[in-house]
RNA sequence: GGCACCUUGGCGGAGUGGUUACGCAGAGGUCUGCAAAACCUUUUACGCCGGUUCGAGUCCGGUAGGUGCCUCCA
């Protein structure tokens, strides 16, 4: 399959060192409060990429990680722990703060119909294994020790700006940082922290250097390598993480191992709400619970996520999520032909399913085409209204194709009851003597539990819609 | 100040040189017992100005506006 790289700013096709395992690690959520909308899109653009490496015949092994320790509020020389910070918010310990919040993740990842990654990883269990790495690089000479910690030497790495283009020196002059003068340059970033000497942390750890805390990129580094070899196949993650986190990860990775980190490197752009950017202080973060309230399902967010491209710059507002509840709708109800398939000498779709299966997958292959591949879903609805009996095969297979490539649920929706169907029965006999008043009355009450009609030459075909007063 | 990106019809959102993306919404019509569904139609949709080309939304230059990053961030 192929997919755009930020590592070498172009679509590349996917070689995996040892196929068919392909290694995939994504960097996950900061558990120190509700995920939103912004984190949500990602992820579910994470999963669809699993979806696609294993309809391309790979075994995907992957492992995302939860961090719930040295993710620092603002820079790392100054700024609190999130986790701690999190704790004093809310009156807990930080490791009650990091259990809370990791629980409602993994439950918004179900909700999403997400594939549960091969391992979800905690930096927290995983200190020895980040303080080895340290080591490795202290040996090595790319690390210093001052007084807030152990830090990375970024000018002993050669290479440092080139992964995000960065130009240090320029950045240098606009920024807004007042910069730790122990630091040797500005782009330097911890390894270790040192605990603070005026007051206790919920989370430390005794080190080589002293009591302190993982900085936020090793925990990455250590655990990507330790699970998936010294080079990955695809590193991926939010694109805020390109000229910090990600750039910071291949330093010491590299360093470390003197091995590429990661082949390929895939980063999904960020969602606007409302036509802004989400932040903390405009508490425009919408979360997975305030879209249940508003009466979307999940699955509705899902199949918004799908509608745009994840390198592009997408848009979240209550109008398209409901144009998605809509779209939605319609394609449940194309799903549901299935429990009302033709006579086979009447109508058939005449659709070449196994066809358009392929068409869906090759949309994905190419970059995670998600748009393209729900047009061509899309297209088939609308051109065809009956599913024949002899059709009902390949139908099926058709429908559980595409709630595997796009983790929609389309298959799992259930039959009308059979006082339902009785109805219409009903109604279709009334139709016959023309008994117009009985007909829309059974209607009617049909509309109210949530079933729609269309008449067609074949007789009644039910969907599913809003209940109708 | 530096780097990168974006600008498509009412709202979203694809599309890298040559017939309608697609979805949702609105209007009119056909059909229908009435509806629904379907179908047809709905202002030449591609920020603006130049250029290249037989031909550009799609390439080049300029210009206006917007966004992201350079601070923690999915």
Known sequence: MKLYSTLTKQIDEIKPLNPPIVTVYTCGPTVYDYAHIGHWF??????????????????PKWVMNITDVGHLV??????????????????????????????????GMKALNMLQPDKMVKATDHIPDQIELIKQLDDK??????????????????RYGDFAGLDLDE?????????????????????????????????????????????????????????????LDIHTGGIDHVPVHHTNEIAQSEAAT????????????HVMVEGQKISKSLSNGVSLQATSDKGYSAEVVRLHVLESHYRSQSRFSWDSLEAAQNRLNNLQAFAD??????????????????????????????????????????GLVDEHSVISRDELGSFKRF???????????????????????????KREAARAIQ?????????????????????????????RQAPQK
């Open 399 to 425: 429908i559980t194709s595409v709630d595997e490539l796009l983790g929609t649920k389309l298959g799992k929706s259930e039959d009308i009851s059979a006082d339902q169907r009785q109805l219409i029965t």
């Open 258 to 269: 003197g091995k590429p980190f990661a082949q390929h490197w895939l980063h999904a752009n």
């Open 42 to 59: 990602t992820y579910v653009r994470m999963d669809t990429l699993i979806r696609a490496l294993k309809a391309d015949g790979l075994q």
């Open 171 to 231: 950045q240098q002059a606009g920024a807004r940082v007042s910069l730790n003068p122990q630091k040797r340059n500005a782009s330097d970033f911890a390894l270790w922290k040192f605990s603070p000497t005026d007051h206790k942390r919920d989370m430390e750890w005794d080190s080589p250097w002293g009591k302190g805390f993982p900085g936020w990129h090793i925990d990455c580094s250590a655990m990507s390598m330790k699970y998936l070899g010294p080079t």
């Open 337 to 378: 032909l299935r429990f009302q398939a033709t006579a086979s000498d009447g109508k058939a779709s005449g659709a070449d399913f196994d066809k358009y299966t392929e068409l869906i997958t090759n949309a994905l292959l190419d970059d995670l085409n998600t748009p393209k591949a729900l047009a061509l879903l899309s």
């Open 74 to 107: 603002s820079d790392a020389d100054e700024g609190e722990d999130k986790l701690e910070k999190g704790a004093k918010r809310e009156g807990k310990s930080a490791w009650e703060v990091a259990e809370f919040y990791t629980q409602d993740f993994i439950e």
């Open 141 to 158: 000479g790319y690390a210093y020790i001052i007084d807030a910690g152990v830090y990375y030497d970024t000018s002993k790495f050669s």
């Open 435 to 463: 008994d117009w008043q009985v007909s829309d009355n059974v209607r009617d009450q049909l509309g109210i539990q949530g079933v729609g009609l269309r008449d067609t030459p074949g007789g009644a075909i039910w969907f």
